[in-house]
């Protein structure tokens, strides 16, 4: 097989959650640019629709449908609507996420607890249950679960995110160990400190950077385009025998 056949999506129909900026918008590009139809979606539908139309100007496939996955109602209607308008899904990437606390875990408000493991990890695990039924009876499938390096190193004023992250990752391995029968490959991508508006308060404090920086071996900050790639390889027949995987893409950090 051709490297452009590996990573070939022709074909392919690819669900893209939080797609309407940063990372998730790069991700849904980079999958269309190789040939998928790309589902983009978040839970506001102008942010999905301007993206749609930008790969669809730009020569792709793509259409946009809101599903707020902290909701359990808009999980199931989603899955529903992708069984009738696709009758199946190829590719979803969880990458919709919450982090509305930033400050000591002890103090952490409950309505801020909650939120965050509703969306992070119930919601990536029913996106995941529910696209992996439908991989499995159409034959396999690829689930890419977008956690993040605290996941295994807990980050500074982060810790209910940081925990959800590692049960992101525990929650993948999970589901590649029963899936793989199916031929549903199930695994997570790791970004480090990347420059968007969720991780702003990262990026854009100088304090955070001379306290992050220094571990970092790469002495820099990650684009959002530069996640899309991994996320690329990991859904595409590149990494067809790759499954249970957390591949780091951190400039460093968890080795700095």
Known sequence: MS????????????????????IGESIARTLAGAGAHVVVSSRKIDGCEAVAA???DAGGSAEA???????????EAFWKTIAEQHGKVDVLVNNAAA???FGPTVDTPVDAFEKTVDVNIRGYFYMTARAA?????????????VASVNGKNPGPLQ????????????????????????KVRVNALLPGIT?????SALVHNDDMQKLL??????????????????????????????TGAALNVDGGYLIG
């Open 3 to 22: 490297p452009n056949e590996l990573f070939d999506l022709s074909g392919r129909v690819a669900v893209v959650t939080g797609a309407s900026r940063g």
């Open 54 to 56: 930008s790969i669809r």
């Open 65 to 75: 449908l809101t599903c707020h996955i902290g909701d359990m109602g808009q999980i």
């Open 99 to 101: 982090n509305p606390y």
């Open 133 to 145: 039924k439908m991989m499995a009876a159409q034959g396999g499938g690829s689930v890419i679960n």
């Open 159 to 182: 810790g209910i995110y940081s925990i959800t992250k590692a049960a992101v990752i525990s929650m993948t391995q999970s589901f590649a160990k029963e899936m793989g029968d199916a």
């Open 195 to 199: 420059d968007t508006k969720f991780a």
């Open 213 to 242: 920086m220094p571990h970092v071996p790469l002495r820099r900050v990650a684009q959002p385009e530069e996640m899309a790639g991994a996320v690329l390889y990991l859904a595409s027949d590149a990494s067809s025998y790759c």
